[in-house]
């Protein structure tokens, strides 16, 4: 089974702090990892994923999110925070197993920047 | 404009009623996904299809039903509705399983 969790419902940073959002995962193989933002009364956007390469990885609007094998963790980073940044954060994992082709979701995280 | 839309936005109706939300996604990707979010559970999957013709059940399909004759579009009923199933549903689609996911920005549906 597949399974992520986002152990943080709501994080808060200032406004030019480094903010991390935090993920982490369970899967039977390799993971396909995802993060998505969502502004309020939309759908969620793609931010970034890890397929295979390079641990970091970067993202849209100066994000990019570190993979970790022995913690399988995926968080999420951005070195100076923006007002803007403020929406919900969700992780998303897939098995690389053939048969498992749909995204598990966290639950989500909020981010608060204040200015 | 190329996307994905859905419709309606907003839709009320009671309890036993039969209701269909629709998507409808201009990229002919191949992938398409209902999910339903709501709050403490984040986003749950309910269906998704591979192709035309082909659909999967996801971790909540109980009470719902989805078809996919064409590729363009990817309608989800609920056959008889209750209130258990008042959320905000979204639609996204894809070009491969590893491929990112396009959301529409969801139907909010409340049932009475």
């Known amino acids: 089974a597949q399974s992520v969790a986002q152990p943080e419902d709501q994080v808060n940073v200032a406004e030019g702090n480094p903010l991390t959002v935090k993920c982490t995962y369970s899967?039977?193989?390799?993971?396909?990892l995802f993060w998505y933002v969502q502004y309020p009364n939309r759908g969620l956007q793609f931010l970034l994923k890890?397929?295979?390469?390079?641990?970091l990885v970067k993202g849209s609007y100066g994000f990019e999110a570190e993979f970790n094998k022995s913690q399988t963790s995926f968080h999420l980073k951005k070195p100076s925070a923006l007002v803007s940044d403020s929406a919900l954060y969700f992780c998303?994992?897939?098995?690389?197993?053939?048969?498992?082709?749909?995204?598990?979701f966290g639950s989500g995280t909020r981010l608060q920047v204040q200015p | 404009d190329a996307g994905i839309t859905q419709s309606p936005r907003y839709k009320i109706t009671e309890t036993g009623r039969q209701v269909t939300l629709m998507c409808h996604q201009t990229?002919?990707?191949?992938?398409m996904f209902w999910y339903r979010q709501d709050l403490g559970h984040g986003l749950r999957l309910i269906y998704y299809?591979?192709?035309?013709?082909?659909?999967d059940k996801g971790e909540v399909p109980d009470g719902y039903v989805v078809s996919r004759s064409k590729t363009e579009n990817f309608p989800l009923t609920l056959e008889s509705a209750t209130r258990s199933q008042t959320s905000v549903y979204f639609c996204?689609?894809?070009?491969?399983?590893?491929?990112?996911?396009?959301f529409g920005d969801g139907t909010r549906l409340s049932i009475l």
């Open positions: 996204a689609s894809s070009e491969g399983s590893n491929q990112p996911q396009h």
């Open positions: 899967v039977s193989g390799n993971p396909y």
């Open positions: 890890y397929i295979t390469g390079d641990n």
């Open positions: 998303a994992v897939r098995d690389e197993y053939p048969g498992r082709r749909a995204l598990t």
């Open positions: 990229w002919s990707h191949s992938y």
């Open positions: 299809s591979a192709a035309a013709d082909i659909t």
